[in-house]
């Protein structure tokens, strides 16, 4: 479980710095490995998120909202979704005790 919380920080680039090689050659494998790590996880999310554009895309067509298949609609849309979600989240973190 500890290497796989390890390396889950490497690849998603949070690296908390709770763990880290000491060595030389330990820093210079997890440099590469996580440079090569972080890529592939880009990848990953490029393709979730084209994935999910799609879906949006044909469910605003079928039900009559193609105006939100516009990019300024779909950019105005994800904007207030993100800002709201973010409102939500500090709202909660502040009542949090």
Avoid: E
Avoid at 16 to 36: D, E, H, M, V, W
Avoid at 67 to 80: K, T, V
């Amino acid at each position: 479980p500890a290497a796989a919380w390890f390396w889950f920080t490497i690849q998603t680039t949070v690296g908390y710095g709770n763990q880290a090689p000491s060595t030389t050659k330990g820093r210079a494998l997890i440099y590469t490995a996580g440079f090569f790590s972080i890529l592939a996880f880009a990848g990953i999310l490029a393709t979730a998120g084209y994935i999910l554009a799609y879906l949006f895309d044909v469910f605003v067509k079928r039900h009559g909202m193609a105006f939100l298949a516009r990019p300024w609609a779909a950019s105005i849309l994800w904007g207030c979704t993100y800002y709201g979600w973010m409102v939500l989240v500090a709202l909660r973190t502040i009542d949090w005790k």
